[in-house]
């Protein structure tokens, strides 16, 4: 701040050496040699500090706007991974990201234009003022005051009248970025069904409305601009009409035009700047309003007030006649009820839609029940912390999706703090290793955008491979070999059941064959328990499990 004075103070004392300088060059004065060269001296001294202390306070300043950027930009970006499931189900990636990228640079923006702009140019419109006002006459002063009033007033009132043609054009702008986004991640399937122009057209179309929403846009910056201008010349005019008449009566010199003419110039070049700072100011708000918006979005789960933290190496599930729902029209599950005891395995089997992995769903918590409870170790899991339930679960989904970098990363992602023979080793019981041992680069090959570069059942592997890694007391595994082939299928089986003889384990399964070492198995349909028992007992009974068994056996090929 104190930076931005003294180049405040140092600019408006240059109009005043001016006109010092012109009344001493005429050919009326004296003394032409020393005191112009003192004058100028100053002069140059005054123009070098005016840009030398401009350039600190932007130095200086750099660091706390930056900072402000990136600890905005990380309360966001943490506030979004504690939304809930449902909030990152029905957003749109592109849109999002062009909000939080437009919101983080607002904040620069105001920042700079609030405090090396607005507050400048207040202060220099009070100094130029009362230096008129002192050295000039009230009529001078009258006329800045005036024409600065009219400039905001007018300013103020066509932005705001313009702010819709610029929400349109953002708002437009993050539709075509997410048409654009969406369909490159879905570039397979663009391909499979050969629509690249349809593609094409329909982000031409998002393109289209966002031309006509720019050229509305450029067409009201237009007026504002002529306007703007209207006001400075008119008042620029008004102002040198009564200088070149007090010239005329004898009571200005030659000098105090020029410092008038100056004053006028040096005081519309920032508020000419300040139509396009306040239009910043407005659009910075706007866009940090998006940004701050998502703050406001409440996650439906959260940790209770009293969350105990769970501390458990063995720990038992149960589900306690629960009920659950995604939305009144649409129930899955409906009185469940069944125990895990730690160390065992229980298997979930049903056709699809029979909410098999809505039981994951919310063992994890990404969704409360609706009526009942899930207890771990005798303690509803609403009363316990989110992270600490979390750390205890390992989850190896249906649908792996990989980050795009590499397949060490992507392994040690399961506990980043890993060693390298920690994920050498879990890469090994996932059985992934001889893949790895063949690609050129190893543990360093790039999985890309995704995982795209590594086939369905490779993918599966290194999401094994990575809950192995993380070592938790609870293991999810969610059709967790249904991209595996039979041999590496059987293979990853003997592993798992290794692994989970030390840990509780949820198996959801469509391959009865998988699952046929269980302690118990639960057949699962319309959300409701059909039949449960050992794999003995089920096909004993006869029952629908039995049925189902049968048809596998006979139709192998419909296992995948």
């Known amino acids: 701040m104190l930076c931005l004075v003294i180049a405040k ?34 002069y140059g001294a005054l123009r070098f500090a005016n840009v030398m202390f401009g350039e600190l306070r932007d130095l200086v300043f750099g660091r706390v706007a930056e900072r402000a950027m990136r600890r905005a930009a990380l309360n966001v970006f943490e506030h979004l991974h504690r939304l809930d499931l449902d909030f990152h189900l029905t957003r749109r990636t592109g849109g999002l990201s062009r909000d939080i990228e437009r919101g983080v640079s607002g904040i620069n923006s105001l920042l700079r234009f609030m405090l090396f702009n607005i507050l400048p140019t207040l202060l220099e419109i009070g100094l130029v003022a009362a230096i008129l006002l002192f050295n000039y006459g009230a009529d001078f002063a009258i006329i800045t005051v005036v024409s600065v009033i009219l400039y905001i007033a007018f300013s103020v009132v066509i932005t705001e009248w313009r702010n819709k043609y610029v929400r349109a054009a953002n708002t437009l702008d993050s539709r075509a970025n997410t048409r654009a986004i969406d369909s490159l991640l879905n570039y397979e399937t663009v391909k499979y069904f050969g629509n690249e122009k349809h593609e094409a057209a329909q982000y031409d179309r998002a393109l289209a409305d966002w031309e006509v929403a720019l050229m509305q846009n450029r067409l009201s910056l237009s007026a504002l601009n002529a306007g703007q201008s209207l006001i400075v010349a008119g008042s620029l005019t008004w102002m040198m009409i009564l200088a070149a008449q007090r010239i005329v009566d004898g009571h200005m010199t030659l000098g105090d035009f020029v410092a008038v003419n100056a004053y006028m110039v040096q005081l519309f070049v920032p508020l000419n700047f300040l139509g396009f700072v306040y239009r910043e100011i407005r659009r910075s708000l706007t866009d940090m309003a998006k940004m701050f918006g998502l703050l406001e979005k409440n996650a439906s789960i959260s940790d209770a007030p009293t969350a105990q933290t769970l501390t458990t190496k063995a720990a038992s599930v149960s589900f306690d006649h629960v009920q659950f729902g995604y939305g009144e029209k649409r129930r899955i599950l409906n009185d469940v009820s069944f125990e895990i005891p730690a160390g065992r395995k229980l298997a979930v089997v049903g056709p699809s839609g029979a909410g098999k992995s809505t039981l994951a769903r919310l063992l994890f918590r990404f969704y409360d029940a609706q009526g009942g409870s899930v207890r771990v170790d005798g303690v509803d899991i609403r009363q316990l912390s989110q992270d600490s339930l979390r750390a205890h679960i390992g989850v190896v989904p249906q649908d792996t999706v990989l980050f795009n970098d590499t397949i060490f990363y992507n392994i040690q992602y399961g506990r980043p703090d890993a060693s390298r023979e920690e994920v050498e080793h879990a890469a090994r019981l996932a059985h992934l290793d001889a893949f790895i041992r063949q690609l050129p680069d190893g543990y360093e090959t790039a999985v890309g955008e995704r995982g795209l570069k590594l086939s369905g059942g490779e993918k599966q592997r290194v999401a094994i491979a990575r809950a192995l890694l993380k070592n938790p007391a609870i293991m999810i595994f969610d ?3 249904s991209s595996l082939d039979s041999g590496s299928e059987q293979a990853i089986l003997g592993a798992l059941r290794e692994v989970a003889q030390r840990r509780t384990t949820l198996v959801i399964a469509h391959r009865l064959s998988t699952i046929t070492d269980a302690d118990e198995i639960i057949l699962l349909d319309q959300g409701r328990i059909q039949e449960r028992g050992t794999h003995e007992s089920l096909l004993a009974a006869g029952g629908a499990y039995a ?10 090929t419909e296992e995948k």
């Open 547 to 556: 049925r189902l068994w049968q048809m596998q056996q006979t139709h192998p």
């Open 479 to 481: 059709e967790a070999t």
């Open 9 to 42: 103070l140092t600019g408006v004392f240059l109009p005043m050496v001016m006109k010092h300088l012109v009344d001493d060059l005429t050919p009326t004065q004296n003394a032409l040699v020393v005191v112009p060269i003192a004058l100028l001296l100053t």
